[in-house]
């Protein structure tokens, strides 16, 4: 009957003035007008979802989303919301008639008239939203080595060598600074301040910060570098990828290459970074154990790096095992023990983390044990530091944070969290527990209580973790010495060992960036839990129980 009377009213409107005809179409069309914006508003909210997804997808992968990708994003909503209103209005009005009510003319014209009008700009916005092909970027994320200071300690002793390699990376002339010291000693926490400082105080354009470690990968090392300047490399080919670095670097007028614990020379040219002339913008911050390595590399006058004074490691100690070391009773022996880790901060916080809360019969065996002469000899590594560590790692509570500690330095430089839980799984580290993430949950906390002890150290991102090489070199050493562990490390070219029988006791084997000609057949370790044999072209990493 409603469509009947309106019908009516168009057909007298049509002898009126063409403006009153199309007023009264928006009464003849209602019904149309209201299924095409019911149809386009569902179209736009299709595209709406999929960008959304899309948005959702990029912020996951760390990128950032473009500015007009955003306010489309708003705008979308508030037509949506407009639209969906005058569906809503519409659906009330009709409600009425359906309960024997008289149509409201008007309502009914104004609906109408709203929906027709709604439908240009849902068509519209959904043609703009369809036709964004790019809706993010990505950027340079922040390197989380230089982002925090926790850690850092200003000593004054440090001072002077803190302010001539600032002015070194202000000297026009100088385009290579070398630091070094023994391990330990706190080279790779002075640089990370320098270049924290040089980054904060606008020195620099763009700070990277690298570690090389004793047998780089250059094709991970150019990966890693590029990465930080937000440079993907798909490249194969050594020099192919150096020179699309190469190209990066230069870009920047200012910038700062810090390169951290370098064991032997290394060719800049091969990995892409231009220094000197080539590059006046690019400084090199090198550190080394060995001075000769530096000036091989060319900083003309490398900074030493020396232990800590009395009150300044006193200080250190105080800081990290707490006020509890005031106490009358064990002021003395805890300044002893102090005294013995030979002013290196490594062996300082180790131990002074290790003794913390502590019973004093345990200090005074602590104390007892790093006065005694250490047998081993590791060239860059002092005695403090090994007999420091190695009491440190015998000090930890509990069985399970030792054998996960013995996997991370079987693991080579980067250990992935990944891996190392599914190490500790096979291990039966983490039995006990019934879900994987209850597993995952319980490493965690151990790691946590490594980390607690400077025994294991944050990684590159939130999925790796790291040793110093130093503690490394003391796990992996205790753990031949004591546990039936082999471990080969950097050999060029190596032979399976002859002696059988001490390999046949053994229960892990870690061979890394070595080269075996060939295996010997008809290998048998019955007690071997545990292989992980790495190099740079390939791996392998078995877990045996």
């Given amino acids: 009957m409603v469509e009947s009377i309106v019908t009516v009213v168009i057909d007298v409107a049509k002898c009126l003035a063409p403006p009153t005809e199309r007023q009264f179409n928006y009464f003849r069309n209602c019904k149309s007008n209201f299924e095409n914006l019911k149809t386009e508003l569902e179209n736009l909210k299709g595209v709406r979802d999929s960008m959304q997804h899309r948005v959702e997808d990029a912020k996951r992968q760390g990128e950032v989303i473009e500015g007009n990708v955003e306010k489309w994003l708003t705008k979308a909503k508030n037509i949506v919301i407009d639209a969906e209103k005058i569906i809503g209005d519409e659906e ?106 040089a980054k904060e105080r606008k020195i620099f354009d763009q700070v990277v910060f690298s570690e090389v470690s004793q047998t780089p990968n250059i094709k991970d090392f150019q990966k890693e570098i590029a990465e930080k300047l937000g440079l993907m490399l798909h490249e194969e080919s050594v020099s192919r990828r150096a020179s699309r670095l190469y190209e990066r ?33 690019c400084k090199i911050l090198l550190t080394s154990r060995d001075r000769g390595v530096l000036l091989k590399m060319g900083s003309a006058s490398p900074f030493l790096i020396g232990v800590l004074n009395e009150e300044e490691a006193w200080r250190l100690f105080k800081m990290t095992a ?43 065996n602590a104390l007892q044990q790093l006065r005694a002469p250490s047998s081993v000899n590791f060239e860059g590594i002092s005695a403090e530091a090994y007999s420091a560590i190695d009491l440190s790692i015998k000090y930890l509570r509990g069985d399970k944070l030792r054998k996960i500690l013995l996997l991370c330095s079987l693991m080579g430089n980067r250990i992935a969290t990944s891996d190392l839980f599914k190490y500790c799984m096979g291990w039966g580290i983490l039995k006990g527990v019934n879900k994987m993430a209850d597993a995952r949950i319980k490493l965690d906390a151990l790691v946590q209580e490594l980390r607690d002890s400077s025994l294991l150290l944050a990684g590159d991102n939130n999925e790796e973790l790291s040793m110093h090489d130093i503690v490394r070199d003391v796990a992996t050493s205790t753990a031949c010495h004591d546990q039936n562990v082999f471990v080969v490390r950097d050999e060029n070219v190596w032979g399976w060992p002859d002696d059988e029988d001490a390999l046949e006791k053994c229960y892990a084997i870690s061979i890394i960036d070595s080269i075996i000609p060939e295996l010997p057949e008809g290998l048998e370790y019955p007690k071997l839990e545990f292989l992980f044999m790495w190099n740079q072209v390939s791996y392998i990493r078995l877990y045996i129980s």
């Fill in 92 to 197: 009330k009005a009709n409600n009425r008639c359906f309960k024997g009510l008289c149509p409201n003319l008007k309502t009914r014209y104004q609906l109408s008239k709203a929906a027709e009008k709604q439908l240009e700009p849902i068509v519209n916005h959904r043609t703009e939203g369809i036709q964004f092909h790019t809706i993010s970027y990505r950027t340079i994320p922040e390197d989380i080595s230089l982002q925090s200071s926790t850690g850092y300690e200003a000593f004054e002793s440090r001072f002077s060598t803190l302010r001539d390699i600032r002015n070194a990376l202000t000297n026009a002339n100088v385009g290579i600074i070398g630091v070094y010291g023994m391990g330990g000693i706190g080279k790779t926490t002075l640089v990370k301040a320098v270049a924290r400082q």
């Fill in 249 to 281: 670097l230069k870009e920047e007028k200012k910038i700062l290459v810090v390169l951290d614990n370098l064991w032997k020379c290394l060719n800049l040219e091969t990995v892409g970074i231009p220094y000197g002339d080539d590059h006046k913008g």
């Fill in 322 to 364: 707490g006020d509890d070391v005031e106490h009358r009773e064990l002021n003395s022996t805890a300044r002893n023990v102090a005294m013995a880790c030979g002013g290196l901060p490594i062996a300082l916080t180790t131990i002074a983390r290790a003794l913390r809360n502590r019973s004093m019969r345990e200090w005074k």
